[in-house]
């Protein structure tokens, strides 16, 4: 790396944000860090595998979603400007034994766990918000996505990279040999056209109309209605399928679909879909539930709760909501 590059430590000290939550950040982004170190030593660790215990999503959690689920609850617990945190991971939220922070931080500690044991990308997802109080209990996390302060990810792959928003832009860092998070991505936007989508294929027949009607005609492609072709892409991660969509735009869809008819989607609203969008949305992207309502304008109702995505460039979103 060249020494011109600005470091992650340089950018957060150089925010307009208050002191706690540059704390916050430096905190999330040395800990990732710590989990790409986990993460790439793989078999070698110890790391793969089933853990054998069910998570609150009624999901078996591998090794390695308990293991940085811990390392991100100890690390930001210990932070003294964090008030609490919740995990996708965790029944319930955990106040921070100091009860003297401002943050309240929620994370999906390890995003596509069935990517693991294949040696395919993950990620962390982060989002933070303010606290009311320095004892939060669940009902202080119940707030909108626009409430938001600063959403991050990381994603390990090929390169780790962590991208980043406090509300003005949307920047990404790459984790150079040294350990050090370097500005690689100065200002991510999101083209508003594309021809790119990712959805996952073998659920076709369980989605509402207007979403197979949206989906057949991209698969028709210059012979369609949308008279042009498209690819398709699908990781399984949505922290990797939603990064290639901040570099080279595209649309994520993970629409509701009737298997589950009382569920209104799979993702989860509080550690997926809030940061997404906030991230999606900088980057001059849309990040909707239905092509329509906003992700970020809804108020939640528990911890776990569950929604339907539809984000990327946003002429591709319009075009799904009109399907």
């Known amino acids: 790396m060249t020494a011109d590059r600005t470091r992650l430590d340089a950018h957060i000290a150089a925010l307009e944000v208050p002191e706690g939550l540059k704390t916050v950040l430096t905190v999330a982004a040395a800990t990732c860090a710590d989990i790409s170190t986990l993460v790439a030593g793989g078999a070698l660790a110890g790391a793969l595998g089933a853990s054998g215990q069910i998570n609150v999503q009624d999901e078996e959690q591998k090794k390695l979603d308990v293991m940085t689920n811990d390392m991100l609850t100890d690390a930001l617990l210990a932070c003294p400007a964090v008030a609490g945190v919740a995990s996708e991971e965790m029944d319930e939220v955990q106040p921070a034994p100091h009860s003297t922070g401002d943050y309240l931080v929620l994370f999906d500690p390890l995003d596509g766990s069935s990517n693991i044991d294949i040696n395919a990308m993950v990620g962390t997802i982060v ?25 991050l990810y990381a994603l390990y792959g090929p390169q780790t990279m962590l991208v980043l ?68 892409r699908w990781v399984a991660a949505m922290v990797a399928d939603v990064h290639r969509i901040l570099m080279r ?50 108020q939640p109702e528990h911890l776990h709760q569950r929604i339907p995505v539809a984000l990327g460039s946003a002429n591709e979103i319009d075009a799904y909501a009109s399907a």
């Open 249 to 298: 735009g595209g649309v994520f869809l993970y629409p509701w679909d009737k298997r589950e008819p009382d569920k209104p989607g799979k993702l989860r609203l509080m550690y997926e879909g809030n940061p997404m969008a906030f991230l999606v949305e900088q980057a001059g992207g849309k990040a909707t539930t239905d092509g329509v309502q906003s992700i970020l304008d809804i």
């Open 127 to 151: 989002s933070v918000l303010k606290s009311a109080t320095p004892s939060p209990t669940e009902a202080d996390f119940m707030q909108p996505g626009r409430n938001q302060v600063a959403a």
């Open 165 to 232: 928003t406090t509300g003005a832009g949307v920047k990404g860092f790459t984790l150079s040999h040294d350990g050090d998070w370097i500005l690689t991505h100065d200002a991510i936007a999101i083209s508003p056209d594309t021809k790119e989508f990712a959805i996952n294929m073998s659920n076709l027949r369980h989605w509402a109309e207007p979403v197979q009607r949206y989906v057949d005609g991209v698969l028709k492609g210059a012979d369609g209605p949308r008279g042009k072709n498209f690819n398709m």
